[in-house]
């Protein structure tokens, strides 16, 4: 960062894009740490489908898997640097097709899916009256950060004379985990991207201190585990002896037996 200003940033790039990603690293690290060591039974999305079910069935997934796709193109866009895809044979016309198509998708996906859980949240009473003023300012960064993210993309494909994300926001995204920020790369980059990563930064920065922490111990292992049997069928058939086929082996104690018949 020494030699920014020389090559054209200024003060405030250089507090925008070599400080303040580094203060809020610290703050999600540091926030998290906090939230879990003084609050864990404050860590978890406070589930309202008690109150409602019909909605929550149709936005959350929509928003999930959207929100996955999302952060499955960022790490595409950000990461694999451009010079590794024309390597493969991929054109910078085909990459923005499959931008444009994949991100438009995944990020209509997540509107819609976040538009249907704040419908549900306003409509529904209870769900309404559980919800606090730290959930109501998470949605307005959450969907901000949504529409500044699809309007980017939009912007980027249609407007060829902003200067192409895989050579400023990308390089700079890179070199901040390597502690030598490219301030330079991030003020070449078209207005629409800053306002995106300010956003972003700022969604981060809150992230430890809402609801939106229960990412951070996403249930993974639930899709590994064995099924838990809460009640089986006999081992033997009512008059006779021959054993039933079990699949997974019980666990604990049988839920009942039978003596000639009847239950014990």
Do not use: C
């Amino acid at each position: 960062m020494d030699g920014a200003e020389s090559t054209g940033a200024g003060v405030w790039d250089v507090l925008l894009w070599g400080v303040l990603p580094y203060l809020v690293l610290v703050i999600v690290i540091g926030g998290t740490i906090w939230r879990y060591r003084y609050d864990q039974f404050g860590w978890t999305t406070r589930s309202s489908q008690l109150y409602e079910s019909r909605l929550l069935r149709i936005g959350s997934p929509l928003f999930h898997f959207g929100i996955l796709a999302v952060l499955v193109g960022h790490i595409v866009g950000l990461v694999i640097p451009k010079s590794w895809t024309d390597t493969v044979g991929i054109t910078e016309d085909m990459y923005h097709v499959m931008a444009l198509g994949i991100g438009a998708v995944a990020g209509v996906g997540t509107l819609v899916g976040i538009v249907l859980l704040i419908w549900r949240r306003r409509t529904t009473g209870p769900v309404f009256m559980a919800t606090t003023n730290n959930d109501k300012f998470m949605y307005v960064v959450l969907v901000g950060a949504i529409l500044a993210g699809l309007a980017t993309t939009v912007i980027s494909v249609f407007d060829h004379s902003v200067t192409n994300y895989r050579e400023t926001v990308s390089v700079w995204f890179r070199s901040i985990w390597v502690l030598q920020p490219d301030v330079t790369a991030m003020a070449a980059s078209g207005l629409s991207f800053k306002i995106h990563v300010l956003w972003g930064l700022a969604l981060f920065m809150i992230w430890p201190f809402t609801r939106l922490v229960h990412a951070f111990t996403a249930p993974l292992h639930y899709f590994f585990r064995p099924y838990i049997v809460y009640r089986s069928r006999d081992g033997r058939k009512a008059g006779g002896s021959t054993p039933v086929r079990r699949g997974w082996d019980p666990i604990g104690t049988p839920a009942r037996e039978r003596t000639g018949g009847r239950r014990r």
